[in-house]
């Protein structure tokens, strides 16, 4: 069982950056795979970024790359998702997700645990 608590979210102009965190409880922190989502109003959840359990190797959603960047803390269960050159389309509801390490395959899918997720504003 993984507890996943976001925070950083907030309001902020176009072109500027925040931080996004997530604080992952348990034992086993480093053995998932850690995923930001976001879900914009009146749209479906999309995929943000992802780093592995095992090699720390990232990935990222086309609209995101070059932007954004995705780290973690194994010793202290944290998760980081910076977000430079902020656009009003980053606008959404940002999740914090975990995967463990037994699914393997497209690493958009297979989250099974979710935090309650942190509002970005982003205004032009």
């Known amino acids: 069982q993984v507890q996943l608590v976001e925070s950083g979210g907030g309001l902020v102009q176009a072109g500027g950056s925040l931080r996004l965190s997530c604080a992952a409880s348990?034992?086993?922190?480093?053995?998932?795979?850690m995923g930001w989502f976001r879900q914009a109003p009146g749209k479906e959840r999309e995929f943000v970024s992802a780093?592995?359990?095992?090699?720390?190797?990232?990935y990222y959603a086309d609209s995101v790359k070059g932007r954004f960047t995705i780290s973690r803390d194994n010793a202290n269960n944290m998760v980081y998702l910076q977000m430079n050159s902020l656009k009003p389309e980053d606008t959404a509801v940002y999740y914090c997700?975990?995967?463990?390490?037994?699914?393997?395959?497209?690493?958009?899918?297979?989250?099974?645990?979710w935090g309650q997720g942190t509002q970005v504003t982003v205004s032009s």
């Open positions: 997700a975990a995967r463990r390490r037994t699914v393997v395959g497209d690493i958009t899918a297979g989250y099974e645990y």
């Open positions: 780093i592995s359990w095992s090699d720390s190797g990232t």
């Open positions: 348990g034992r086993t922190f480093s053995s998932y795979t």
